[in-house]
């Protein structure tokens, strides 16, 4: 079998790597025209979300066969909300092609993906896109990259011309000129205008590759001549081994470098058998590629109405065929795979089998999540998972109907399968059900396919705070409940003391009756009663922090029953926590915020708008890192706000951390809006 690449296609949002993707399935000759992104008719933006907005939202495989050579280019969504499905086709790939726009240069989103790329240790080409457009600059673009992302970045193309004027490319490594006639490639003398560049950009090149190679580099000091076929071999070690990343140049739209791009790929992309080493969680992983039993990991969840649950893999070693025995390491589960399918864009192919350097896909595995480990029974490595930030905003939903009501539940399991940088909370306090994600957009675009491909449609709004309440004070109560409706009656009384406790205690019940004034035998009625009051305090939010102690009461004979003594017990809690001076207390979380140096004072400046509380500032590198605390209620928007206010380069993490007490100047107005959210719902 051909050896297969795996090629993840990333770029900040707006780059054109959608394009260039089509650009590359139509010079390989597996479309037959290009689509446009505009028109919503590309072969990897299927989903109606995506052609609607015009952006790429779910990673989608597609085959590319070059000459003797194949490729899986994974093409990965550009919006940072993604970042589930962008760091899913990393972890199926053994290469990245970063995509960078001649006009706009490097954005945050080619920092991100940069960065995950070097964590990953993929080895990684750029190819900067749009030449052809107006304000396109190569020179520009390629300062920035320099000295923008770390790393060992080197030209191996420049651009004949720019802009309107971009007419063909000089490749550095044979010093040859192409241009485009008819979108055919053909061969042409470097011309005059770019030949003094082309000489100075080679020069750089062979720079960088001789300081991969101890070698080369001897020669190279000594002023010996370097053999152009040595030189060359080196070069694409460098690259296939990550310490040297070469940058190419293309228009994808009008399909110009896009051969040569694919003849790069071709030498430049390593295969499965020269990955670096995976990173275990537990046992130990064969050495990849063909050799040795069947290990791959699943990367990717889609839930297809027809075919059900897809779990999408990429083989690591071995090979497996339809109908073998294979285990979930993960999850310790057996698995059954009676069809195995290889995906085409949007579509799925069957195959008898699956070998190692494929990705391929088994269908109606209920027990397999992303990032799983499949393997051959005996086979006892569990990989590391795949790493994603916990979720930073989020929305409560209610359902439009009954009939949405009764599918709710259904289809956000669905939603979540297909999505594990989703969580859903049912909030206990609130009532609502809670969905978190990584931004806005994320969220909203989860709405519409819950609606679009489950049929559950919702309302949506930001979640309740979830507040409580404790007591400042001490208080004391007792209540006499009594109740006679011509048959067995009702009768208790019961008094008792309250006290607060440390932050963080939650609840102590005491029981300090003397005398048998009330029965040993309501002593848990009593406790039952106080603890149903915990639900609502007098500020109408659950009560923490509290002691309560039950010290004298009355019984009778023939009345006194258990659900007597819980509701004078619950009564009398009720009426001391009035008594003793109620506080009512939000969550604070623990806020850390990453962002660039020239961000930090207007980060801080406006934490401390929402009363927040830095902790610290820690540096690494150019970026900062701030800490603080922050009343919940202060930061459901923070997404989108921190966004507009560093231009996207910033992002953040949010942990609930504790309680505290709400500034007295605030809390009649956090009481005001909840009873109008009251009356609101009633």
Sequence with gaps: ??????????????????????????????????????????????????????????????????????????????????????????????????????????????????TSATERELNTIVVINKMDRENADFFRTMAALESSLP???????????????????????????????????SQIP??????????????????????????????????????????????????RANLLQPVLVASATEAMGISLLLDFLAQGVRDVEH?????????????????????????????????????MMRVLTGSLKAGQPLRDTTQDADVRAAHLYVPQGGKLEEVAELEAGMIGAITKADAVKTADTLA?????????????????????????????????SEGLGKLLEADHTLELVRDPDTKETVLWGMGHVHLEVAVAE?????????????????????????????YRHRKQSGGAGQFAEVALRVAPLPRGSEFEFKWAVVGGTIPTQFQSSCEKGVRAGLAKGPLGYPIVDVQAEVFD?????????????????????????????PVLLEPLALLKVRVPDRFTGD????????????????????????????????????????RSMTGGRGAFSLKLERYEPVPGNLVDKVLAEANADAATAG
């Design 1 to 114: 079998m051909a050896q297969i690449r795996n090629v993840a296609l990333l770029s900040h949002s707006g780059a054109g790597k959608t394009s260039l993707l089509e650009a590359m399935l139509f010079r390989a000759g597996a479309i037959p025209k290009m689509g446009r992104v505009e028109d919503g008719n590309t072969a990897s933006d299927v989903a109606p979300e995506e052609k609607r907005r015009k952006v790429s939202i779910h990673s989608t495989v597609h085959p590319i066969t070059w000459g003797e050579h194949r490729f899986n280019v994974i093409d990965a969504p550009g919006y940072a909300d993604f970042v589930g499905d962008i760091r899913g086709a990393m972890a199926a790939a053994d290469g990245a092609l970063v995509v960078v726009s001649a006009v706009s240069g490097v954005a945050v989103g080619t920092e991100r993906v940069w």
């Design 151 to 185: 790393g060992n970045l080197a030209a191996v193309q420049v651009p004949i011309g720019q802009a309107e004027d971009f007419r063909g490319i000089v490749d550095l490594l044979d010093m040859v000129a192409y241009t485009w006639v008819g979108g055919e490639k």
């Design 190 to 239: 470097i011309p005059d205008e770019v030949a003094g560049v082309a000489e100075s950009y080679r020069e750089r090149l062979v720079e960088s590759v001789v300081e991969t190679d101890d070698d080369l580099m001897m020669k190279y000091l000594e002023d010996q001549d370097l053999d152009p076929l040595t030189l060359k071999a080196a070069f694409f070690r460098a690259v």
């Design 275 to 311: 990955h670096r080493p995976l990173r275990v969680a537990s046992g130990t992983m064969p050495p990849l590629g063909a050799d040795g039993p069947f290990t791959a990991r699943v990367f990717k969840t889609v839930v297809d109405p027809y075919l059900g649950k897809v779990s």
């Design 376 to 408: 051959a029974p005996g086979v006892d490595v569990v990989l590391a998972p795949i790493r994603v930030p916990s979720p930073v905003m989020a929305v409560a939903l209610t359902p439009k109907t009954r009939a949405d009501d009764d599918k709710l």
């Design 450 to 478: 819950l609606g679009e491909r489950y049929g559950v449609q919702v309302d949506i709004k930001p979640p309740k705070v979830s507040y409580r309440e404790t007591i400042a004070g001490a208080g004391e109560a007792r």
């Design 553 to 581: 009461g009355k019984d009778h004979p023939v009345d006194s029953k258990d659900i007597a003594f819980q509701t004078a017990a619950a009564e009398a809690f009720k009426e001391a926590c009035a008594a003793a001076k």
């Design 603 to 642: 980060v801080i400046s406006d934490l401390n708008g929402r009363r927040g509380r830095v902790l610290g500032m820690d540096t690494e590198g150019s970026v900062s890192v701030i800490s603080a605390h922050v009343p919940m209620s202060e930061v459901r928007a923070y997404s989108a706000d921190l």
